[in-house]
Each structure stands twice: as structure tokens, then as C-alpha cells.
């Protein structure tokens, strides 16, 4: 995957550290919902159907740039992976988020082998991303320990090498993460950390949308008196102004707490939104005091890895 100086890091070490931060059984328990739900869906001839099927591969395809088909199958090939692999994992997932209410019920009822789940582990860690992920952020970690000549001396086990590498790094972040820093870098993301407590009504159609905003702005209906007409739910939405597509964010960022905003096009639809808050950054935040902090952490790992890293797979 990469390595620094002469030490190489690939498979064994990713593993070891998401092992270290307990990433490796998050995907565990994960796989063991999926497979659960696959034992269910065939039981009760849910399975999706062809078109969910290829809509998803379409969308991880594009998600990943592999335009042609020769582009999936080289990425199929460069992670050892059949695109029964891929459909597989996608599958599942398409069920995960269907059965979201009852994935305790389903798991309680269809016991996964944990022979079954370590056969699952690394396809579904590159299907997820999740592998790149924690590729990223051990080269970020490893790259700012290298600094200290860590790396030079490197021996033993994947698991004892992640050990000295967090070590290292938990001492590097404790030391560059000083109340100075933290207070000018949350002055630097002054308008991106501003956040936002709303409640919003979905509509497919703008014409639908528009209508709902009016009876709510002119005819002085509540939100709630709208999606009982509109036989709509009300959903919540709490982010941060960096957290949506920049399109959307001066409408947000001009509101006060009690506007209404919409109907405004968001991806395949038109809410209409209800703000109940909205919070500037604050110091005094710990929510806030944790944003600055690896926005710190993160700025010195991107200089270490371009300083330090050479990627031999991506």
C-alpha cells in the first residue's frame, strides 16, 4: 500500500491497526448484520431485485470513477476481487439500510459463524472503502512518528510496530494541540463550524414543495399541520455550514433561528426546512474544541505524507 523510508506497509499492518483502534470489529459486527440479513432475505424471498442491484453498482462504479466496464474489471482485479464479490457486499448493504429498525431481531434469529464473517472481512473492507480509509490514516500517523527516526529502527510484529506508531503519535498530538492552536484555527472556521438544528418536510416535486412552504409562510399552518395534509414525516437534520453542498450554504448561513428556508433543490428532492437553531463556534463547545483539534492533527499529517510517503497502491 505504501511505505516510508524503507519500511513497507500493506495488508498486515492496516489490519493491525484497525485492530488497535478497534476499527477491525466495528467491521466485524457490521458483516455479521449483512450476512445475517442475507440468510433472512433468502428465507423470505427478499432479496433485492435486479434493478436495486444494478442501480447500486452503478453508483459505486461512478462513486469510484471506473466509467467502463474495463476500468471496474481492472479495479476488481488490482484488489483480487469477482464482481459477485462486489454484489455481494452491495447486496447486503441494500439490506442493512432496509431492515435498519429490526437488525437486532434479524441477527438474534439467523447466527452468523465467525468463519463465515472472517471470509467477508477484507472484500468487504475494500467494498466499504473503509481499507483506504484506515490506509490514509496510518500513513498519516506513521508519517508524523517517522519524524522522530521511529521508523529507522522498525522490528517485530505488524501489531508491535502500530503499537510504537500510536505511541508516537499520541505524544506528537499532545504536544501540537495547544489552546492557542485550537482557539486560532476554530477563528479560522469561523462560518464553516456554524451549526444548525433544523427540522424539514421531503418533497419529490417542487410544485409540491412550493405549495407547502406557502401554507406555512401565508397561511400560518405548522410544520406539523403541513405533513399531516401532506401525509409526509418530519425529519431532523443537525450539521455544520461545511457539512453541505455549497450550493445550499448561503441560504443557511443568512438564516436566523425561526426562518423558514425552501423549497430548495437538494440532491433528488425539494425540502423545506425550519430552523431552530443556529449556533456560532464557540471555545467553549467541546463539540467544537474536538473539530479544532484534528483539524490540527489532520493538517500535520497531510505535510507529513506528502513529506514522507510513497503510495505504491491506491
Known amino acids: 500500500m505504501f511505505s516510508i523510508n524503507d519500511t513497507q506497509f500493506g495488508w498486515d499492518e492496516i489490519i493491525a491497526a484497525a485492530e488497535v483502534w478497534g476499527e477491525w470489529a466495528r467491521l466485524a459486527e457490521r458483516n455479521r448484520q449483512m450476512l445475517a440479513c442475507l440468510k433472512f432475505a433468502a428465507e423470505t424471498n427478499q432479496a433485492p431485485n435486479q434493478k436495486e442491484i444494478r442501480e447500486a453498482v452503478t453508483t459505486f462504479r461512478y462513486a469510484h470513477s471506473l466509467i467502463s466496464g474495463e476500468e471496474t474489471q481492472d479495479w476488481l482485479n488490482r484488489w483480487e476481487l469477482t464482481m459477485e464479490d462486489l454484489t455481494n457486499y452491495l447486496r447486503g448493504q441494500l439490506l442493512v439500510e432496509r431492515w435498519a429498525n429490526k437488525l437486532e431481531e434479524i441477527v438474534a434469529a439467523h447466527s452468523v459463524s465467525d468463519e463465515a464473517i472472517a471470509a467477508v472481512m477484507r472484500k468487504h473492507a475494500v467494498c466499504s ?49 495547544t489552546e492557542q492552536r485550537v482557539q486560532a484555527k476554530i477563528a479560522d472556521h469561523r462560518l464553516d463550524w456554524v451549526r444548525f438544528d433544523c427540522r424539514y418536510l421531503w418533497f419529490a416535486e417542487e410544485r409540491a414543495a412550493r405549495e407547502a412552504a406557502w401554507c406555512v409562510t401565508e397561511d400560518g399552518l405548522t410544520l406539523d399541520e403541513v405533513a399531516a395534509e401532506a401525509r409526509s414525516e418530519i425529519r431532523e437534520w443537525n450539521f455544520y455550514l461545511d457539512e453541505i453542498e455549497a450550493n445550499l450554504r448561503p441560504h443557511f448561513l443568512a438564516a436566523r433561528a425561526g426562518d423558514w428556508l425552501g423549497p430548495l433543490k437538494y440532491r433528488d428532492g425539494f425540502p423545506v426546512f425550519s430552523v431552530l437553531e443556529k449556533v456560532m463556534p464557540s471555545g467553549d463547545d467541546p463539540l467544537i474544541q474536538k473539530r479544532a483539534e484534528n483539524a490540527i492533527i489532520a493538517g500535520l499529517m ?11 497502491m491506491q
Not at 139 to 161: H, Q, V, Y
Not at 303 to 311: F, L, Y
Request: no cysteine; net charge positive.
Open 129 to 177: 472503502d473503509l481499507l483506504a480509509q484506515w490506509a490514509g490514516e496510518l500513513a498519516g500517523r506513521s508519517a508524523i512518528a517517522a519524524k522522530s527516526g521511529l521508523l529507522n529502527a522498525a522490528t517485530g510484529s505488524p501489531r508491535d510496530l502500530v503499537a510504537s506508531i500510536e505511541s508516537e503519535f499520541q505524544q506528537t498530538r499532545r504536544q501540537s494541540v
Open 302 to 312: 497531510n505535510q507529513a505524507i506528502n513529506e514522507r510517503v510513497k503510495w505504491s
